[in-house]
Structures are given as C-alpha cells and as structure tokens.
C-alpha cells in the first residue's frame, strides 16, 4: 500500500471527526461566493460554499462506487456475501454475530427437532448431529425414488435398482426383513426371484385391466339409460345425437363444467338489509324534505340545473308499478268473472292512437273501471316493454286531458271520473313530464286565445268554462304552483288573472264561478304567499256585490266590477229573513254553469253560501299577505267595506265569526314599517398599486409569452444544466479513474523497486557472506 | 211642385201591367228616347220601374235614368233656368222644342226625387247606386248648370243636389254607415267636400235647433261618421282635385281656397261639438281629435272650451282629452293651471284596466317627462302611481313600475322615496295622504315606496324582478316603456308558453296526485264538492 491513500482517508477522517461547524466556522474550508448585487427577498443557497468537505464527499462516493466497479473490470466472478446484514452498515458488528447466531439456531431447530419434548440441544458438527455421527451408519435415503410411478411397487423397484455390485436389492433391506428371508427363503435364487416378480406383476396389471373394463361397462350402462331418460325430457333428438359423438370424454368435460359454473355462479350477494318500518319512514322524510327544500329553492327564483334524483325516483316507481301482477291482484279480475278467463289472461290494452279510440275504449265504463282500463293500458304500455311506448304514453296523457275536458262540459258534468281519473294523469305526467307540461300548456294557451279573442271584440269576456277550471285545478296539482318562474304554472296564474280581471260577473253562476277562481288562485299562492293583486280585488268587488246601500262608499272597486248599475246587487240578500234557515254546504263544482234556483229562498241561500266562501277567502288572504309591507293598503278597502257597509250587526251570525276573524287580522297588522334603503352593498376596494406577481419556475432569462412556449424554454435550459453537469461528472470520474490508475502504476513501481532492493540486499548480504567465509577460509 | 209630379206619375203608372212594365227592355227604352223625341212618353215607364218592389228592377232602372239624363245633360235638352210650372208651360206659347225641355226638366227633377228617396232604401245595392247616379247627376250639373249663373260665389257647383244628398245620408232613423264610407271615395274631391261641409254645418245646425239639444244618437253618429270620414288637404297644392272642371279657375271661389276648407271645417266641428254628445261618440271623438280634427282647424284654440269641458267629466272621457289638451298646451301655448292637479286625481285604480290604459301612459310620460316639475309634484305622481299598483293587473305592474323608476331617474331627488337612510331605525307609518286631492298636500316625500317592496312578492316572475331593483341604486339609463304599452296579458302568457324551454327542467309537483279537490291548501275542498248532495 503506498502512502497517499493512507493520507488520504486520514485527512477523510479528520474531517468527519471535525464537528460541522468547526468546518463552517474556519475560515479556510470555507468559500464565499462573491455576488455582484443583493437581491432582497431572494433566497440563495449557494453564498457559502465548504468546498473541502464536498470534494471528500465525492470522492468518497467515487471510491464505493467508481473504483469497485473499475475493480471488478474484467472479472468473471465476484464474491457476493450473502451473510445476514453483510453490507449494512447501520448493524454494529456484534450485533450483526447476535443476529446470525440466533438465525443459525432457529434453522436448527425447525429442522430438528420439530417434534422433540425434552428441548435436549444437539450438538452438531457442518450441520450434523454428532450423536449420530457416533453411530456410524450411514442410510441411502430413498426418498426420491418414490417420486417415480405410482404403478410400480416397493419390491420391482428394488429389483430394479438393486443390482450391482456390492450394493443390491437383497442385500438393501431393512434389517428386519433381512432377519426373516433369512430364515425362509434362503433357498430361492436371484432367478426364481425374478420370475416370481414378473408373475406378480403381470397378475396384477390384468386385476387392473378387468377392473377398468368392469367399469367401462357400468358407464355405459348408465349413459343408455341416461338418454333413454334424456330422450323424454328433451324433445329434440337431433340434439340428443350430436351429443353421442362427443361421448369419448364425457366425464372430463362435464366436470370441467361444473367447475367452471360452480366458479361463475353468482356468489350470493349481501343484501341490504331489511328495513324497519321506521327507518323507512325516515328515509321517505328525508327524501321529502330534500324535494322541499329543492321546492323552496325554486320559489326563491334560484336557478336549478340537475333533476337528476326526481327522475331516479320517478323510474323506481314506474318499476313498482309494473312489477305488481298485472291482473290478478287486481279487483277487475272478480269483475269479470270466471268465464272471461281465458279473455282475461289476454286482456292486453293497447295504447289508443287517436281520443276517438280512447273514448271507445272508456266508454260506458263506471269511473273505477275508467281508471282501470287507463292504468291496465299504462302498465301494458310501459316504456321498458316496447320502443314506441313512451310516445304513445305520451299522446295517452294528450287524450286523456281532453277526455277530462269533455267530461266537465257534459250536461251533468261526470267529476266523480275526472277524480278517479286523476291519480293515472299523475303518474304519467311523472312519467314524461316534458310532454305532459307542452300538453298542458297546448290547452292553457287555447283557452287564454279565446278568452283574448272576445276581449279583443268585446272588451270582456264570459268566465272560463267548467272544463278551464278543471284544467287550472289539474295544473296545480301536476305541477307546483310556488315555482318563481314555471312554464305551466306561471301561464295558468296568469289565465286565472285574466280571468278576474277581465270577466264580469252578471249572474250568480258568474259569481260561482269567479269564487271557484279565487279559490285555485288562493291555492296556487298558498304557499309561496305570492301576491296576487286581482285576487283581492275580486273578492271586494264581489263582497261590493253584497253592499246594499251603495251611496258614499269609502272604496274603490276595480274592473271587472262597477260602482253601480246593472247587476251591482247581485249577492244583495231579497229577504234579510231567509238566512235563518241558510245552513253552509259545500257548493258542487257544476253551479258555475246551471244553477236550479228556484225560489227566492233557494236564490238567497246561494248567495248567502257565496258571501261565506268569498270571506273564507279573504280571511285566507288575510293570512297570506300578512307579511306584505303594504298589508293594511291592500286590505283598506276590504276592511272599510266590511266595517261601514256589512258590518258586524248586518250579517248573518254564522258568517259573524269569519266577519270578526278578518276584521281583527285587518286592524293587528302593524302600520309601521322601517324605511326603504338600498342594500348595502360591498365597497369597492381602492385600487392598490402592487405589481403583478408572476409566478417563476425558474430563475434565469425568460423568453416567449405562452405558457407551453415558457414550460419549453425552462426544459431545455434545464436540460442543458444537467448536461453540462453530467459532463463534468464524467470528467471528474475519468480524472479519478486515472488519479487511480496512476496511483496503481505508482505502486505496482514502488513495489518492484522495493522487490529489486531486495533482492539486491540479499543478494549483496549473500555476497557478502560468502566473502567473509572465503576470507575466513583463507585464514 | 215635384212630389205633386210624382204622384201623379204614380197614379198613370199603376194602371199599366207591372209584370210588364219589369220585363221592359230599359235599355231599349232609353236608346229610343234619346234617338228621337217621339218616344219622350217611354220615360214614364222607366221611372215607373225605378219605383218597383223588386230590387234587381230598381238597380237597372238606376242605371238607365244616369245613363238617360247624363246624355241628356250633356246634349243640353233639359231646361235651363227657372223652371215654369209643368201644366203653365206646356199649355203656354212657347216653342215645341223649350216645351220638351221643360217636360224633360221636370221627369229630371222627378227622378232626383226618387233617387234621394232611394238613399234610405232597405237594400244596400240600391242605396250605393241612387247614391253613385246622383253624384253622377251632381258632376253633369256642374259641367252643364241648369241654374242661371248669377252666383258666382259657387259658380256652377250644384248645392242643392249636395245639400239634399248630405241630408239624405245623416239620416235620424238608419245607421248610414255603410253609405257613408262608400261616399268618401266622393269626398276626395275638394269642392264636394267643402260644399258637404258647409251643407252638413247648415243640416246639423237646423236639426239640432228643432231637437232643442237632446241627444238624437243615430243621427249624431250618421253625422259624425260622415264628419270623421272627411279627410283634410294639409297644403294648398294638394288641392287640385275637382269634380267641377272650370276651364278659367276664377280666383274668388271659395271651393278652391285651403283657408276656406279649414273655416268650414272648423265651423262644421264647432256646430257639431256644441250640442251634447252620448258618452262612446264623445270618447270616439276624443280618440280621433288630436290627429285628424285639430291640425285641420284654423283655430284650434277655438276647441279649448271643448277639451276643457271633456277634461271635467273624468274617468276615460278626461284621459282621452288629455291627448288634445297637450296639443294645444304644446303647440298652441294653451296655459291651463290646475293641469297637473287634475292630471294627479285622474290617477284611480281604474287606469291599469281602461282599453286607453297605452294612450294615458304615454302622454303621462310625456307630461312628466319636463325636468322643471317641483319635486312635490313627482314625488306625488310616483307615490300614487305606487299606491295604485297594489290593484294593477301584471300588464299594468310591467310598465308602472318602469314608469316610476324613470321618474326617480329624471328626479335624483326623488331617490329619497327609494332611500332614506338616515332614519333608517324607527319604523313610521305612511304618512302618505291618498284622499287628499291636491298633490302639494299629500305628503308623498314623507314617505317611502313600501308598495314596491311589497310587489317584490307578486306572483308574476317579470313582476317580482322588476321590483327587486328598489334594493339597489337605479342605473342612469332610462328605460323605454314605449314597447310595454300595448302588452296585453295573453301576450304575457305567451312569452312564457312560447319560451324555448331546456326540456329537461320542467319541475313537478311531489306530493302525489289523489283526489281532484286536494292539495293547495284544501281551499277548494274547503267550499266545492265534485257533485251535489241532493
């Protein structure tokens, strides 16, 4: 070993023991980086640089990794040591001797002395016990012969490998054997021996072959009969035959069916688990309460983008409804009766493709079996049975509608079948619910087209018929009415409005049929309390209709009604007596057409009964509007009416009570309100002069303005650093390569001129020896 | 002298076969009078037939008379000049040849007779063509006088046909209405059309006197309908159509004047206006005055008393005067003191439902739109017009409230009725007097536009929108109203039917559909049931 090296790793160790600040605190490991000008803010790293320690650090990772390498060069075989935790460093030594110590042990004794109770230890010498080594009898194991053939026995296989010299068959038995063939069978020679091998052998492979014939016989048997069995379950003999062919291997592929079915059969999947009745009533709540606040949300104007959980929601169901047996759970089938069985069982409706067939089709049928048939045909024409279906649910819910506005314009109106009607009209507006809205609004708009058209001619118009009421009643029920803004429902409010404003009431079924107005449009506002000026004014005119005195009234009534004149008294009662006998009944729907009021008595009952609803209603409204800034204007004029023209004493007593309800809403309504002030709204931040703060990746010129063109730019740069410094690695690692080198040469010299000192030494010593010896001869 | 003629005429005629007489060949008949004078007599068959029941008759035999006595006109075969009694001159010594024009004068003026009689025939047909044969008479006459010419201030123009015809046409008992609008393409001439305004000024004049000033509506209309169908020449140029062709234009006829037009115009409408109108002629007149009748006039101011008295009445009547009212304010300097005042009292919830509803608030805008009104005034007209949006219908609310927020506009200082932040804390009460008439007593900059709050709530989507802008501070743009004017609420409805909607948003009612008179509320279920007990 020559000396730099040693004065090397000496200098190496110095270092390391030298503590990190002493390093950074002398002066002479330590380089600064001289910099042209401070940039404040900016963070360097490299101001400081020690370059004495990271010299070191390279070259010591040179030396683990560069010179072992250039070590190995042309070697074809290395040592690896595969000792536990030879190459890692961070064991201490002993430990590492523990550890392997305590590894050699374990192998030890899982090999061992698995089953040994008394924990004697063995000792052991390269792995063998030495106790048996005393014994001294080495035993051919012979376990790998047994991994050959099943088919050949104990005895041919050591026949068969018995033979040679010294070693045999015979003589390789157990001792034990060996003791009992001695004593028989001493007599028999290795031929007789043989012979009796093969005799054995040979009987039993035909003990084998009869066996498997047996067998064979018995599958077959079986398969005859199997077909035979085949033949009568399945019909198709073709089949039968086909399968004949492939019988060779039956068995075989059978089971490879049933394996890979048993793998593909579905593994039964966990279920949810059942629910109690509470905790679907739960969910059913939450549910609701989602659509609530979806509901909410609408009202509030906000717009709303996915619908998604309604249209789950509304195909689940649809499912349901498909799913129930279509016609024996339901009550038709006792209906029909026995007989029409076979009729029944083929009772499939088909969607009508025109109102005519749906009028057929509905036609003479009790209102239970309208909606019957109509639910029959919805389920048979479910959209999930057929392509078409959905379209033709489509014109169903189309038919329907007008089949709903005949029903009302009948002369005796049929109610009782647009009720039972509904519930169907409702789970296919659920179904298709774009279509069942354009549907809906087509009758809507004809409706207002010809209401617009007599007011265009007239300036007024006759009240909606029957069938609009119907219409405006189904919109809100399909629909919701507390939407900000919904195409169906914002245009029936409207009609509604139309309506009140431009209808002027000139009978008492005029009157009818204007409270039955104001009550869809009370229910369409119910719950978005929605204002609705027409409403109250309707229900004052109405209320003025009532007002005998009409002289110094301390109100205005608004169109369609007027102060005075013809048909102004209209609710006025002929008889004050005849409300003795007034008990309140509901009014039926078709009064807004033909009223049979006969007597004067019958006249004054029905107004009396209008009087309560149009008071219910404003008592409602009162309600409603109770929030409203402006509630005592807007109910100024109901309340002067009722305290100065229909005043408490005036009134019938049953209406008294709704008289005293309103009139106390009226009067505690507060007056007062807070000032009107615009929203405050955010200031607007003075504008701050900062630069703009661009993010940098990094430092360095920075050229073109896109971003893919600056991602491209600060690649190559990086790429060129990185060259540049794999450039000087390998530079650095060739330098160390032939520092190496040099350094070997430089020893390999340093040693033969030590070799050659040497040898001239002992040659001058052996010189010098036989010198002295020659000069003592010569002594 | 002539109906003494006619009936005579009659009596001759009623002997001969009527069946006959209807089959005669008119055509033949009129070519062999005009071919020789010796069939002269053949004119009483024609008149005879010009008098039958049957209208097919009637029409041909019109035809006939024009095309008989136009020829005759132009021939000069009839008399000219005044014209001696039938019996004197035919028995008195003078020519054969004045002998047959006299006769055929007289068959003349008989036929005239007829045909004014003819104006009030049952059957349209008949009516239009006595009406067109006359007119036709009236241009011969012109261009053929029968009347010595003494007066040159109507030259040859034949009034007296006119007169009757106008008298004929304002019938008191048959709505004419028809007749008249078939007359107008007659009144295109300008010398008709001055002689028929000075000829209806002398009939209603007379006709109104006899009647003591009550109120004769189908007469009144008959007239009005004529008076509304006259359209005036706005420039002398334009005066060149004539139906009396004079060769030598005299400088002195009336006829031919602008100035003279616009007086008789003027004084025909004064005559009319002066007696009292029923209550649809008089908005019907106000719809019309400011465009077709005031211009015209040489005087407007002369309509002041008119309008004014119009203004009184109230109700529609008073906003439709208000139209002429700011022509004559506007251009004619009219001053009128309690204008505004009236202008703020006709502010009544009816406004928002009247058919004028476009009219009023597009001259109310106009009215307001002056920036030297006094802040009291605006802040009344804003707190009003708020007061009354809480009846309005959606139509109304779309363009009132745009109304009062371009008021706000034009009056920054009105934003205090939107802001008031300084007491902001303690709530008041409206101190706002809406009984009170005088808009400086109201006290409307007291107070604030709560109502405008409240319709933040109204049902109607546009509504609710346009009265959440109260909660921020207006923007400087006005906005223009001119187009929310004529909305009607059908139009409304169909903005929203017809808004392409995205199809997948159409939210549904939840609550499952059971029962027709559920849901909402139970108000319906509450009062109505599907059928009656009983």
């Not at chain 1, 593909?264 to 509470?278: N, R």
């Not at chain 1, 003479?364 to 024409?381: D, F, M, S, Y």
């Not at chain 1, 106390?664 to 200031?683: E, G, Q």
């Not at chain 2, 209807?22 to 004078?37: P, Q, W």
Request: charged share 30%.
């Amino acid at each position: 070993m020559g000396k730099a090296p040693k004065k090397r790793s000496l200098a190496d160790k110095v270092r390391k023991t030298k503590t990190n600040a002493a390093i950074k605190n002398n002066p002479f490991e330590v380089k600064i980086n001289r910099k042209k000008f401070d940039v404040l803010g900016r963070k360097t790293k490299h101001d400081v640089g020690l370059p004495g320690v990271s010299r070191s650090k390279a070259i010591n990772k040179r030396k683990e990794t560069l010179l072992k390498e250039y070590k190995q060069k042309n070697k074809a075989s290395k040592f690896v040591d595969r000792r536990l935790g030879e190459y890692d460093a961070k064991i201490a030594p002993e430990d590492k001797i523990l550890q392997r110590f305590a590894l050699e042990r374990q192998r030890i004794h899982e090999k061992k002395d698995m089953y040994n109770l008394n924990e004697e230890e063995e000792l052991t010498h390269y792995g063998q016990s030495l106790a048996e080594m005393e014994k001294f009898n080495d035993m051919v194991n012979s376990d790998d012969e047994s991994e050959e053939k099943g088919l050949l026995s104990a005895e041919l296989t050591a026949s068969h490998f018995g033979g040679g010299g010294g070693g045999g068959l015979l003589r390789k038995k157990t001792s034990g054997e060996q003791q009992q063939e001695d004593g028989n069978q001493r007599a028999k020679s290795r031929q007789e021996l043989i012979e009796e091998l093969i005799q054995k052998s040979k009987q039993e492979k035909r003990e084998r072959q009869v066996r498997k014939e047996e067998a064979q016989e018995l599958t077959e048997k079986l398969d005859q009969e199997w077909k035979s069995i085949q033949a009568l379950m399945v019909k198709k003999t073709a089949k039968a035959e086909h399968t004949d062919k492939p019988e060779e291997k039956p068995k075989l592929d059978e089971y490879d069916m049933m394996v890979r079915e048993l793998g593909f059969e579905m593994k039964a999947q966990p279920s949810e688990k059942m629910k109690t009745p509470e905790e679907l009533a739960k969910e059913e709540k939450e549910k609701l309460q989602k659509l609530e606040a979806d509901r909410l949300r609408r009202m509030m104007g906000e717009e709303e983008e996915t619908k998604a959980q309604s249209q789950t929601r509304i195909k689940t169901s649809a499912w349901n409804l498909f799913l129930s047996p279509l016609i024996f759970s339901d009550p038709f089938f006792p209906l029909v009766g026995f007989l029409f069985y076979n009729f029944i069982k083929f009772f499939f409706f088909l969607a009508p493709e025109s109102y005519e067939d749906l009028k057929d089709l509905l036609c003479g049928h009790t209102p239970e079996n309208q909606r019957l048939i109509v639910a029959r045909t919805q389920k048979c024409n479910h959209p999930s049975l057929a392509v078409g279906n959905k379209l033709k649910l489509q014109k169903l819910f189309g038919f329907l509608l007008e089949y709903i506005g005949e029903l009302a314009l009948r002369t005796s109106p049929e109610l009782t079948a647009v009720d039972k009607l509904l519930p169907e009209l409702y789970a296919l507006c659920q179904m298709s619910p774009e279509a069942a809205a354009a549907a809906v609004q087509l009758v809507l708009a004809d409706a207002a087209h010809s209401m617009e058209e007599q007011i265009e001619v007239k300036g007024h118009a006759p009240f909606p018929t029957l069938d609009s009421l119907i219409y405006l009643k189904l919109t809100a029920l399909l629909f919701p009415t507390s939407d900000f803004r919904h195409p169906v429902t914002t245009p029936a409010l409207l009609y509604i409005s139309l309506a009140l404003t431009k209808c002027p009431v000139r009978s008492l079924q005029d009157a009818t049929a204007g409270l039955l107005l104001c009550c869809l449009a009370v229910e369409y506002v119910s719950f978005s309390k929605r204002f609705l000026p027409e409403l109250i004014n309707f229900l004052t005119g109405s209320l003025h209709l009532a007002v005998r005195d009409k002289t110094s009234l301390g109100y205005t009534v608004a169109p369609p009604f007027r102060r005075a004149g013809k048909c102004s008294d209209l609710l006025v009662l002929s008889d004050p007596e005849s409300c003795r006998s007034w008990r309140k009944k509901p009014l039926p729907l078709s009064a807004t057409r033909c009223l049979e009021l006969k007597s004067d008595l019958d006249r004054d009952h029905h107004r009396l009964t209008c009087l309560s609803v149009c008071l219910d209603l404003v008592k409602r409204c009162c309600l409603l509007y109770n929030d409203l800034p402006s509630f005592s204007h807007i109910f100024q004029p109901v309340g002067s009416l009722l305290s100065k023209h229909l005043s408490i004493q005036t009134i019938v007593c049953l209406l008294q009570e709704l008289h005293r309800e309103i009139m106390d809403a009226i009067s505690s309504a507060p007056t007062t309100h807070r000032r009107l002030v615009f929203n405050k709204k955010k200031p607007i931040p003075l504008k701050l002069l900062t630069p703009k703060i661009v993010e940098v990746l990094d430092y360095g010129k920075k050229r073109g303005c896109t971003r893919e063109e600056r991602e491209k730019e600060r690649l190559k740069h990086k790429y060129k650093k990185e060259f540049k410094g794999a450039l000087r690695e390998i530079r650095k690692d060739s330098r160390f390569l032939a520092r190496e080198k040099l350094n070997e040469v430089m020893n390999r010299d340093a040693e033969r001129k030590r070799k050659v000192k040497e040898l001239f030494g002992s040659l001058a010593t052996q010189e010098g020896e036989w010198k002295a010896l020659k000069k003592r001869k010569r002594k | 002298m002539a109906p003494s003629k006619k009936r005579n005429v009659n009596s001759r005629n009623t002997s001969e076969n009527v069946s006959k007489a209807a089959k005669l060949d008119l055509e033949g008949v009129v070519d062999r009078i005009l071919e020789s004078r010796k069939h002269a007599n053949d004119i009483f068959d024609v008149l005879e037939s010009l008098q039958s029941e049957k209208e097919r008759d009637v029409v041909s035999a019109l035809d006939a008379c024009c095309r008989l006595f136009s020829t005759l006109l132009e021939r000069k075969e009839l008399f000219v000049g005044k014209l001696p009694a039938e019996d004197e001159a035919l028995s008195g010594e003078s020519s054969a040849e004045d002998k047959c024009r006299i006769f055929m004068r007289h068959r003349y003026n008989a036929c005239v007779e007829i045909l004014l009689e003819h104006l009030n025939h049952e059957q349209f047909a008949v009516k239009e063509s006595a009406l067109c044969c006359l007119m036709k008479f009236a241009a011969g006459q012109g261009q053929h006088p029968l009347e010595d010419l003494e007066w040159s201030e109507h030259h040859s123009f034949p009034r007296g046909i006119i007169l009757a015809v106008v008298e004929n046409l304002t019938s008191k008992t048959t709505d004419n209405t028809l007749l008249i609008s078939r007359f107008q393409e007659f009144l295109e001439m300008d010398d008709v059309r001055y002689y028929v305004m000075s000829a209806l000024r002398e009939s209603v004049g007379k006709v109104m006197e006899k009647n003591k000033g009550t109120l004769l509506p189908v007469y009144q209309n008959n007239v009005f309908t004529l008076m509304s169908s006259i359209s005036m020449p706005s420039q002398q140029s334009e005066l060149t159509n004539f139906m009396v062709k004079l060769e030598d234009k005299p400088e002195d006829w009336r006829a031919a004047k602008l100035n003279n037009h616009k007086r008789a115009f003027e004084k025909m409408w004064l005559g009319f206006l002066k007696y009292k109108l029923p209550s649809n002629m008089y908005k019907k007149l106000l719809v019309i005055l400011h465009d077709s009748i005031l211009p015209h006039m040489s005087k407007p101011a002369l309509m002041i008393d008119f309008l004014t008295a119009a203004y009184e009445v109230g109700g529609a009547i008073s906003l439709l005067a208000l139209n002429g009212l700011f022509v004559l304010i506007h251009q004619h300097n009219l001053d009128y003191p309690d204008f505004y005042k009236k202008l703020y009292n006709l502010l009544e919830p009816t406004v928002f439902h009247v058919k004028y509803r476009a009219r009023f608030f597009h001259l109310a805008n106009l009215f307001l739109s002056s920036s030297h009104l006094p802040l009291y005034l605006v802040a009344a007209f804003t707190k009003r017009l708020a007061r009354l949006a809480l009846t309005a219908p959606p139509t109304g609310l779309l363009i009132v409230l745009p109304f009062i927020y371009n008021l706000i506009r034009r009056h920054p200082s009105c934003r205090v009725l939107l802001h008031k932040p300084s007491t902001e804390d303690e709530p008041v009460e409206d101190p706002y007097l809406m009984d009170e008439e005088d808009p400086a007593q109201c006290r409307a900059l007291e107070s604030s536009l709560w109502e405008i709050k409240t319709l933040q709530k109204h049902y109607h989507p546009d509504v609710a929108k346009a009265a959440m802008m109260i909660s921020t501070p207006l923007s400087e743009q006005e906005e223009d109203i001119s187009e929310l004017l004529e909305l009607t609420t059908y139009e409304l409805m169909e903005r929203d039917l017809k808004k392409p909607q995205d199809k997948k948003s159409i939210p549904l009612e939840f609550e499952t559909a059971t029962q027709l008179l559920k849901g909402g509320g139970d108000v319906l279920a509450h009062h109505f049931c599907l059928v009656s007990d009983e």
